[in-house]
C-alpha cells in the first residue's frame, strides 16, 4: 500500500505559476502510474495529467504546453509544475497512484478524453491540495 500527501498549492494570480508535489511513502512511485486530477467545486474529478511507470506523460488538451507531470524517484515524489494558470484551473487537486495495468490505461484515458473519475476509480488518493486562481 502506498500512502500519498499532496503539497504546493496556493492561491495565485492568473498567469502565475504553481509546482504541486505528490510525497509518496510505503512503496516506490516506479511501480506505479501516477496520475493528477483536480475537482472544482460542482463538478466532477477530471483527470489533468498521468506519468507512466516508464515516465511516459499524458495530459489534458487544456493543460498541454502549460502543465508538466514529472516525477522523481530519489525522493519517491511526482511533481505537476503549473505555468501561465488560469481562472478554470481552480480546484482541489488531487494524486492518484495505480498499480493494475488496465487501469493504468483507464487512468490515461481518462485524462485524455477529459472525463471524470470518482474518488474509489484507482486504488490510491492523497488528500488533495487547493489551487486557487485569481484575476
Known amino acids: 500500500q502506498v500512502h500519498l500527501a499532496e503539497s504546493g498549492g496556493g492561491s495565485v494570480q492568473a498567469g502565475g505559476s504553481l509546482t504541486l508535489s505528490c510525497s509518496a511513502s510505503g512503496r516506490k512511485i516506479d511501480e506505479y502510474c501516477m496520475g493528477w486530477f483536480r475537482q472544482a467545486p460542482g463538478k466532477g474529478r477530471e483527470g489533468v495529467a498521468v506519468?507512466?511507470?516508464?515516465?511516459?506523460?499524458t495530459y489534458k488538451d487544456s493543460v498541454k504546453g502549460r502543465f508538466t507531470i514529472s516525477r522523481d524517484p530519489a525522493k519517491n515524489t511526482v511533481y505537476l509544475e503549473m505555468k501561465n494558470l488560469k481562472l478554470e484551473d481552480t480546484a482541489m487537486y488531487y494524486c492518484a497512484a495505480e498499480s493494475r495495468f488496465p487501469e493504468c490505461i483507464r487512468m490515461q484515458t481518462t485524462v485524455i478524453v477529459g472525463a471524470s473519475a470518482s474518488a474509489t476509480r484507482f486504488q490510491f488518493w492523497g488528500q488533495g491540495t487547493q489551487v486557487t486562481v485569481s484575476s
Open positions: 506519468i507512466d511507470r516508464d515516465g511516459s506523460p
